[in-house]
């Protein structure tokens, strides 16, 4: 039995190993059709938010390539996560201070994300920015909208569960 539970955990991570770097060929192939440099450290912090599944501060994400880099310093995570969130590879979660990657890092939308009070877990729902109510009311009132970011706070399945057990 344990060697069953080892097995399929060793699949789970191959598994996941092959999204993760399948994430990083498309954000690779994105980089040079849009003239961009998908360098190696961002390409570190890129893999490290696609790893973790939660939001990271640029410390926390400055703990997980320090060992490759050595101390790698604070402005490192910081230009790196500035670029992933400005091409659309990796969210800001205000609430938070943290980061995430993006789910649909191909597709223009509104970010909606629900935030874990107890683990930090993220999850991103995705929204299409012309079609939401805030959208609507905006162009009623002849608002045009840049950016929107939604973020709602609870406790996700996990959490909830281990709660009641």
Do not use: W
């Not at 498309?26 to 961002?42: D, H, M, V």
């Not at 993220?122 to 840049?146: C, N």
């Amino acid at each position: 039995m344990a060697e069953e539970i080892e097995n399929l955990a060793r699949y789970m991570r191959c598994g996941h190993a092959t999204e993760i770097q399948a994430a990083l060929d498309r954000a690779e192939a994105k980089c040079g059709a849009q003239g961009l440099n998908l360098t190696s450290g961002r390409r570190k912090v890129l893999s490290v938010l696609l790893q973790e599944h939660r939001a990271l501060s640029a410390y926390e994400i400055l703990e997980f390539i320090s060992p490759e880099n050595g101390r790698a310093k604070p402005p490192i995570a910081y230009r790196a996560l500035n670029f992933l969130t400005e091409h659309g590879f990796a969210h800001r979660i205000e609430r938070l201070n943290a980061y995430v990657a993006c789910t649909h890092p191909e597709e223009t939308h509104a970010p909606a994300f629900m935030i874990c009070r107890l683990c930090h877990a993220v999850d991103e729902v995705h929204m299409k920015p012309a079609k939401s109510a805030l959208a609507t009311a905006a162009r009623a009132k002849g608002f045009q909208i840049e950016r929107t970011t939604f973020e709602a706070e609870g406790i996700c399945p996990t959490c909830a569960n281990a709660a009641h057990t």
